[in-house]
């Protein structure tokens, strides 16, 4: 059982409806302190409510939740909390320098360490010599920066990213890859919700995937990306006999051509293969390897249909 205070977010049995819809059905999950945790899902699978309710914005209809060790209606607790919506609207009039100044203030930061604070982070987005500049000025790109580095000015313990690299190109992708691997080196819990999978790949500890509002299933990346793989095997003389005793040792078994696909769970099973390939008569060139990615695994998991 994982103690109490590695515990960053707790929830159980969290359950919103609006009307006759239920938008989460039962939200149950554990994320650990200084940990980088993805949340996944199709649209309309509740992941945005869900985020609502962890962050007090939407009452739950059901259930309990703790952040940091406090229950949702502890208002001190947001105060160690940075948040990056995905749909956010900020004021037009306001200047770079001026919308992080409002959010310090917000936050009660003494003046002297707001404004360091904001040189400091708008060194680390690229936006120094855009201080000055209007947000209605602002590229999408621009845009994201700076709400990303608002959600990061209260050096929060706990921040929640929706979406965090909507607008940017690849080398903006990289730099909230970089700030990322930043806020785990600290210690700073990172709850991400993208839908770039090759980004949660390379960044997550792990992942949770949600589907029709309900969590079912959570990994580490490491162990999902070591459990299934499909294997490419190019022999000669596969017999219809052979690939029945080959479909004993693996999943998904078929012949194309002098190739022979098949899904196995384990690297374990790889020596058993050839084996039985050899005994069987056929003529092995080459054993290929192939493992899945996040997004083979997303579309295993949650369907093709995304559950709606």
Same mark, same amino acid.
Not at 298 to 305: L, N, Q, S
């Given at each position: 059982?994982?103690?109490?205070?590695?515990?960053?977010?707790?929830?159980?049995? @969290?359950?919103?409806?609006?009307?006759?819809?239920?938008?989460?059905?039962?939200?149950?999950?554990?994320?650990?302190?200084?940990?980088?945790?993805?949340?996944?899902?199709?649209?309309?699978?509740?992941?945005?409510?869900?985020?609502?309710?962890? @962050?007090?914005?939407?009452?739950?209809?059901?259930?309990?939740?703790?952040?940091?060790?406090? /229950?949702?209606?502890?208002?001190?607790?947001?105060?160690?909390?940075?948040?990056?919506?995905?749909?956010?609207?900020?004021?037009?009039?306001?200047?770079?320098?001026?919308?992080?100044?409002?959010?310090?203030?917000?936050?009660?930061?003494?003046?002297?360490?707001?404004?360091?604070?904001?040189?400091?982070?708008?060194?680390?987005?690229?936006?120094?010599?855009?201080?000055?500049?209007?947000?209605?000025?602002?590229? &999408?790109?621009?845009?994201?920066?700076?709400?990303?580095?608002?959600?990061?000015?209260?050096?929060?313990?706990?921040?929640?990213?929706?979406?965090?690299?909507?607008?940017?190109?690849?080398?903006?992708?990289?730099?909230?890859?970089?700030?990322?691997?930043?806020?785990?080196?600290?210690? #700073? #819990?990172?709850?991400?919700?993208?839908?770039?999978?090759?980004?949660?790949?390379? #960044?997550?500890?792990?992942?949770?995937?949600?589907? &029709?509002?309900?969590?079912?299933?959570?990994?580490?990346?490491?162990?999902?990306?070591?459990?299934?793989?499909?294997?490419?095997? $190019?022999?000669?003389?596969?017999?219809?006999?052979?690939?029945?005793?080959?479909?004993?040792?693996?999943?998904?078994?078929?012949?194309?051509?002098?190739?022979?696909?098949?899904?196995?769970?384990?690297?374990?099973?790889? /020596?058993?293969?050839? $084996?039985? @390939?050899?005994?069987?008569?056929?003529?092995?060139?080459?054993?290929?390897?192939?493992?899945?990615?996040?997004?083979?695994?997303?579309?295993?998991?949650?369907?093709?249909?995304?559950?709606?």
């Amino acid at each position: 059982m994982v103690p109490t205070e590695a515990v960053a977010i707790s929830s159980q049995g @969290l359950k919103k409806v609006f009307d006759d819809k239920v938008a989460v059905e039962d939200l149950s999950l554990e994320v650990f302190r200084g940990e980088v945790f993805g949340f996944l899902g199709p649209n309309g699978a509740g992941k945005t409510t869900s985020v609502k309710m962890l @962050l007090g914005l939407v009452h739950p209809t059901e259930g309990s939740a703790r952040l940091l060790g406090s /229950p949702l209606n502890d208002w001190r607790i947001r105060q160690r909390i940075g948040f990056l919506p995905e749909h956010f609207r900020f004021h037009d009039w306001v200047s770079a320098r001026e919308f992080l100044t409002l959010h310090g203030r917000l936050y009660k930061m003494p003046d002297r360490v707001l404004q360091a604070r904001i040189e400091e982070l708008l060194e680390l987005i690229g936006l120094t010599q855009h201080a000055s500049k209007k947000l209605g000025q602002f590229s &999408k790109g621009m845009l994201q920066r700076i709400g990303l580095a608002q959600s990061l000015l209260n050096q929060p313990d706990l921040v929640f990213l929706d979406e965090p690299t909507s607008g940017l190109d690849p080398l903006g992708r990289r730099l909230v890859r970089d700030i990322i691997r930043d806020l785990r080196a600290r210690g #700073t #819990t990172v709850f991400l919700n993208s839908h770039l999978l090759s980004e949660v790949e390379i #960044t997550c500890d792990r992942v949770s995937f949600v589907k &029709k509002g309900r969590v079912v299933q959570t990994a580490t990346m490491s162990s999902l990306m070591e459990s299934e793989f499909t294997v490419d095997v $190019r022999a000669r003389g596969v017999t219809s006999e052979l690939l029945g005793r080959l479909s004993c040792l693996a999943s998904n078994v078929r012949l194309d051509g002098e190739h022979v696909l098949l899904g196995l769970s384990g690297e374990d099973h790889l /020596p058993m293969i050839t $084996r039985a @390939l050899v005994e069987g008569g056929a003529e092995v060139f080459s054993v290929t390897p192939q493992r899945l990615s996040l997004e083979d695994l997303f579309v295993k998991i949650i369907g093709t249909d995304g559950g709606l």
